[in-house]
């Protein structure tokens, strides 16, 4: 039986937004500026259209202007292109998102490229990457910066000297996470599918993040007793005992096993996943607040 700490993140998120709408009325009020996110899809996977739908959402709960392009799947490359470049002379858009992925026929890194930096709220521009990697002021990518949160807040704010363990090497969430760790001065180790010894490897670390994609892959014994167990997979499998056909969500932990050792676990869902947006919008606050020259809440 566990005793570990269940991370609400759903909890966590939820306060971030109140947040995040609260400087969105500051901006409102006192600089007149409504910060603007705006996202584009490319075709029709369904799982891009609920995430983009969330995002238009809460964007608009927070305070802020959302607005949607939906392309068609066939769109070419350069009208997409045509279409970042209108963005990024737009001074009403302070948050340009490209959902991912996109269709095969167009080349993710040279959208990712086309996006002005600054404008770049979810943090994979090559710049952005370099700002994060060389200590400098970036945009930062959402799933990774949350986790983070959610940990500064677990220790206190202090990470500094933990032996923190990355499984996953994703530029969306493994790289980042290793980077945003190690400027908290944790001791970092990204491991993969290729690493050796991978469970006695993650049994070192005081911090495990998981964020490989693979159901429920961690097990009980590869986490150090009182370690904090991020989980950021989520995998839909199929859940036979729920009625025929039916289907339910786990992480790459296997959440019972792992919460009878850590000290603290995310669950799957309601952990890591909320927050993901909320720190989207946090994001988008801070690209208008400095594309306005006006200094970038602490939130
Ligand atoms: N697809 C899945 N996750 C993400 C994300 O964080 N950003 C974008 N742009 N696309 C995604």
Request: hydrophobic share 40%.
């Amino acid at each position: 039986m566990s005793d570990a700490k269940i991370i609400d993140g759903k909890a966590f998120a939820a306060k971030l937004r109140e947040r995040v709408a609260g400087e969105v009325a500051r901006l409102v009020s006192d600089h007149g500026i409504k910060p603007n996110l705006t996202v584009i899809l490319v075709g029709e996977d369904p799982a891009s259209q609920v995430y983009v739908r969330n995002k238009g959402t809460q964007t608009e709960e927070a305070g802020m202007t959302s607005v949607t392009h939906k392309l068609d799947a066939s769109t070419p490359e350069a009208a997409l292109l045509e279409l970042i470049e209108s963005l990024n002379d737009d001074p009403a858009c302070h948050g340009i998102l490209v959902q991912l992925p996109l269709p095969d026929h167009i080349d993710e890194s040279k959208v990712l490229a086309a996006i002005d930096p600054d404008k770049d709220v979810d943090g994979f521009h090559v710049i952005n990457v370099g700002r994060l990697w060389t200590g400098q002021s970036a945009l930062v990518p959402c799933t990774p910066y949350g986790c983070l949160m959610m940990l500064k807040e677990h220790f206190g704010g202090k990470l500094s000297g933990k032996r923190a363990l990355v499984l996953g090497r994703s530029n969306i969430v493994g790289k980042p996470m290793a980077a945003l760790l190690l400027a908290e001065s944790c001791t970092v180790s990204i491991a993969h599918s290729r690493t050796e010894d991978l469970p006695e490897r993650c049994r070192e670390a005081d911090i495990l993040v998981a964020a490989v994609g693979r159901p429920e892959m961690v097990r009980g014994d590869w986490v150090k007793p009182g370690a904090v167990v991020i989980d950021v997979g989520i995998n839909r499998v199929p859940a036979p005992e729920k009625g025929e056909g039916k289907t339910r969500l786990v992480g790459d932990v296997n959440f019972a096993e792992a919460a009878g050792n850590a000290s603290a676990i995310t669950p799957v869902p309601g952990g890591v996943g909320p927050m993901t947006i909320a720190c989207l919008l946090r994001n988008t606050v801070v690209a208008a607040c400095m594309q306005n020259g006006i200094d970038a809440p602490d939130i």
